[in-house]
Each structure stands twice: as C-alpha cells, then as structure tokens.
C-alpha cells in the first residue's frame, strides 16, 4: 500500500531503524532518533544499489516520488542515477569556479603585483562596483555580450562615458584571461566595440589659478579637520607629488632629513613612469615630516588608517577641500598644475619642473640629468616653499575669509 502525508506524519520511531515503503522501489526510512529519509532502492548493472532522496518533511512525498520518476527515466536510458548525482556535484563544483567573479579574482591577483598600489586600488573598487553585481555569480561561459552591455551602460546613465569605456576594456582582460585558462570561449565585449557613446573630449582637473592660492593656503591654515589630512594636503602642495605616492609613502623612502640636503626618494614601483623619482625637501617640507612622524606614530606608513589598503582613503583630501569650499573649484591633483603654472611664470628652468612634476620618460639620459638637476631642482622647491609659507600668513589677508 502506498504512503500518505498523513500515514507520514504519524510515523513513530522504534528501537531499531524500519523500512517503510511506499511504491516503485521507494521507501522512507525511520531511524530511531526520529529522522524519516527518503531512499529509492533499484538495481544497475546486475547490483542492488541505493539512491538517497532527503529527509522528510523537507522533501515532501510529492517531491520524492517525482526523484524517483526521474531516476526510473535514467534508468530506462542505461544510465546509473547514483553515477548521474556525482556527475552534477562535480559540474555544479567545476562551475562555483568558474563564475565571472572568480575569474575576475584571479585575473586580478595574476596582475596586482606589476600593478602600483593606487591603480589596483582602483581597478578593485571598479571591479567590485561596477561588474560584480550584474555578472559576479553568472558562469562566465553563459554570459552574453548584452548582460555585458548592460552592466556598462549603468556606468554611462551616471554620465561617465570614459569611466564606462575602461571597465569594458577591464572586463574583456578579464573574459580573455578565462579563454585563455579554459573557463570560457570567447570574449563578449568584443561585440560591443561601437555600442557605447562616445566619452567625448576629457575633462581637465579643476586646479586654482596662481592668484587664488594664497587665500586656500589661508583656509588651509585655518582649516579645522583632521591633523592627518592637513598634513597630508601640506604634504601634496608643497611636493607637488601625486595623491597615491603620498597616501602611500613610507619613511624609509627620506634620506637625510637631519641633514642639509633632505630627499624624499620614491621607488620605482609606486611610480606611474616606473622610475625612481627624487624629491628635494625644503625645510618647511621637513617640518611637516616632523609633525606627521607625531601622527603615524609607529607605522612604516606616514598616514596609517583603519582602511582596506591600510593607509590614508583616497577619498579623505579631496572631501577637506569640498569642506573648505573648494567642490568644483579645485582637486588635489589640479595643484601640480598650479604650482607648474606659477614656476613657470618665475622663469624657472622648465627642464626642473617637468622632472619635479615626474614627467620626464625613464631613458638613460633622463636619469642622468635627474641626478644633474638635483641642486637646481632644490633650489626651485625651497622658494616654493617659501612663496607658500609667506601667502599662508594670516598677515596677507585683506578683510578676512570668505565664508563659502
């Protein structure tokens, strides 16, 4: 006689494990803990074998006897349900690994290390943006070139058609990598050369014009946030550096800041040009080092933080210059083209400036002269620092600040 819900339901466990049955080879099994577990007994290749279905209630008996339909099915075509099973597990294990998201892992750990902090920082945060929502649990085998579109034209609506450009170029590196390690056969956003609009021309980084300085060293002055971002944006201006090699720098990088010729030398690695660059330090430049040495404390880093890359967000100076009143109006990247601007201006040796600006391309000739302008390069910061230091004096202010 076949089972019931209702026959089930009032199943009593005994001292010993029972069979009940209930029709085509399936039967429940009622342990004496209480536990009621759904098997199919059948027999393959002249063996008795078992095929477990789940446990009771969790798989209704509505759900069992449809298993066991299927399992009669395989067994009509020759094949061995219990084989079938393993062969699903290992496909649906073969498959966790190969989704888009674990591609994209890999691929980004294969090339992290050639990679400088800052831009596989970037990369990341695209990645986990931009592409792991939409496509991060899909098997990158399935995916179509308009899932891929689609992902990136969410970029676009937020009208950053050169930002949606680059993450469809990351994710074709990302597609190629899975053909080449045979976790996908192609690579969809080659279908989508065209599909996007044009990012037109690209926007300049707001930077202050010479005569708007000493009224932001001003506010800068007076400026009332963290230490640490004061510090780190005195750090910025007076050096010109890019954001990440100051977000990034460690104190093993400065020579001689008890001596006459302080020098802030920045390794290759943490370079965009990839090449050792050297930095002259003003003494107001090493005073600065001094007061954030108070701030970093023990770390190897300058500017420590409780962040993923364990340093100051990238984020943190330019959000003090939106505080000072300066969203729009200025970046913390746009004050190496002011500072370019104004030595300009003053006549300085333009050769100085594009190797302080470390714009000059690493060739044998470059590093030569890197070491030959070195005096006249220092020379050029310390009136920097001094031009800086003097239109920051409270002295200079006509009528107060400006509240913005």
Request: hydrophobic residues 40%.
């Amino acid at each position: 006689m076949s089972l019931s819900d209702a026959k089930l339901r009032t199943l009593k466990s005994e001292s010993k494990p029972r069979k009940i049955a209930d029709r085509d080879g399936l039967f429940v099994l009622v342990n004496p803990n209480g536990s009621r577990l759904w098997r199919l007994a059948y027999r393959f290749g002249g063996k008795q074998k078992l095929l477990a279905l789940g446990a009771y209630p969790t798989v209704s008996l509505r759900d069992a006897r449809k298993a066991t339909e299927a399992a009669r099915d395989l067994l009509a075509e020759g094949i061995d349900p219990s084989h079938e099973r393993k062969v699903t597990k290992v496909k649906a294990k073969i498959a966790a690994g190969h989704t888009f998201e674990a591609v994209a892992n890999d691929w980004f750990d294969a090339r992290r290390e050639g990679w400088v902090d800052s831009y596989s920082e970037r990369l990341r945060a695209r990645l986990d943006a931009d592409l792991m929502p939409a496509l991060g649990k899909r098997p990158i085998a399935e995916i179509e070139p308009v899932e891929l579109l689609e992902a990136v034209r969410r970029i676009e609506a937020r009208d950053a058609p050169e930002m949606a450009r680059r993450v469809l170029q990351m994710a074709s590196g990302i597609f190629r990598f899975g053909v080449a390690t045979g976790r996908c056969r192609r690579d969809p956003a080659a279908d989508l050369r065209g599909a996007l609009r044009s990012p037109g021309a690209p926007k300049r980084r707001a930077s202050l014009r010479p005569n708007e300085l000493p009224e932001f060293m001003q506010r800068l002055a007076a400026y009332d946030g963290a230490a640490q971002t004061t510090l780190a944006l005195q750090l910025v201006i007076h050096t010109f550096v890019r954001t990440s090699e100051v977000r990034f720098a460690v104190w093993s990088e400065f020579e001689d800041l008890d001596g006459d010729r302080p020098l802030w030398r920045i390794p290759a690695e943490r370079m965009k040009m990839r090449r050792d660059h050297l930095v002259p330090l003003s003494p107001q430049v090493v005073r600065i080092l001094r007061d954030i040495k108070e701030t970093s404390g023990r770390s190897a880093f300058l500017f420590p933080a409780p962040t993923r890359s364990k340093v100051l967000s990238e984020n943190t100076m330019i959000y003090a210059l939106y505080r000072m009143g300066y969203h729009g109006r200025a970046t913390v990247h746009g004050f190496r083209s002011t500072a370019s601007t104004l030595l300009n201006e003053r006549e300085f040796n333009r050769d100085w400036i594009e190797m302080q600006l470390a714009h000059c391309e690493g060739d044998v000739r470059s590093i030569y002269n890197a070491a030959e302008w070195l005096s006249g390069r220092r020379e050029m910061m310390n009136w920097w620092s001094s031009h800086l230091e003097r239109i920051a004096s409270p002295q200079r202010r006509s009528g107060g600040l400006k509240v913005v």
